[in-house]
């Protein structure tokens, strides 16, 4: 079965400094990776996804992520974040063959100073 | 209005009451879900739903039950609510992947109930 692990559960960074999120996952099948993001009080919106074809790949709010298959990585990373990307994020994970489950990591908390 | 509502938002209630939590969805898709957050734990998997006559029990699906009333529809309950059952719950839908361009097997959710059992 996969799983999904999010290695860091607090990342505090700095307004305009550079972040990574880091998700590793486990699979013996190919898997489709996703990040989402939860702002306060609020459902899960998707920020980018990993289907296939190029290994980075670019979401919204200016973050991009890249499926290392070597590694079985998919880190989340944006070059200058902003007081407005403190939220919760999540790595998440589905087979391939059938995206019908999705399974989740335990979360990041990005927290920006200013 | 939201694609996907769930109600009540927030609800708190007492050990051994029944509760129902319930989800409705605009966006015509056939795959339902709940999930349940912990903080520390992230999103874990309820129960499922493919369409009306098919319903799949997730990773924690002990002291739940769920119910498929139409395709717009899927309701989480709690027969018996203890206090371990006390989190943050999302319903979310989806398409198959593949199904049409617009599907990519990722999953649209709600705002969450949040439930605290006393």
């Known amino acids: 079965a996969q799983s999904v692990t999010q290695l860091d559960s607090q990342v505090p960074v700095f307004e305009e400094a550079p972040v990574e999120l880091r998700c590793n996952y486990s699979s013996s099948v190919s898997v489709y990776l996703f990040w989402y993001v939860q702002y306060p009080n609020q459902g899960l919106q998707l920020l980018l996804k990993y289907l296939s074809g190029s290994t980075l790949v670019k979401g919204i709010n200016g973050f991009e992520a890249e499926f290392n298959k070597s590694q079985t990585s998919f880190h989340l990373r944006k070059p200058s974040v902003h007081i407005s990307d403190t939220a919760e994020y999540f790595c998440?994970?589905?087979?391939?063959?059938?995206?019908?489950?999705?399974?989740f990591g335990q979360g990041t908390t990005l927290q920006v100073k200013p | 209005d939201a694609d996907v509502t769930q109600t009540p938002r927030n609800r708190i209630t007492k050990t051994g009451k029944r509760i129902m939590l319930e989800c409705s969805q605009t966006?015509?898709?056939?795959?339902m879900y709940w999930y349940r957050q912990d903080p520390g734990l992230g999103l874990r998997l309820i129960y499922y739903?493919?369409?009306?006559?098919?319903?799949n029990k997730g990773e924690i699906s002990d002291g739940y039950s769920v119910s498929r009333q139409a395709q717009a529809k899927f309701s989480l309950s709690l027969e018996s609510a203890i206090p371990n059952q006390t989190a943050l719950y999302f319903c979310?839908?989806?398409?198959?992947f593949g199904k049409g361009v617009w599907d990519t097997g990722e999953l649209f959710f709600g705002e969450g109930s949040r439930l605290t059992v006393l």
């Open positions: 966006k015509g898709h056939d795959r």
């Open positions: 739903s493919f369409d009306v006559k098919d319903i």
């Open positions: 979310a839908t989806s398409a198959p």
């Open positions: 998440a994970v589905t087979l391939s063959s059938n995206t019908g489950k999705l399974i």
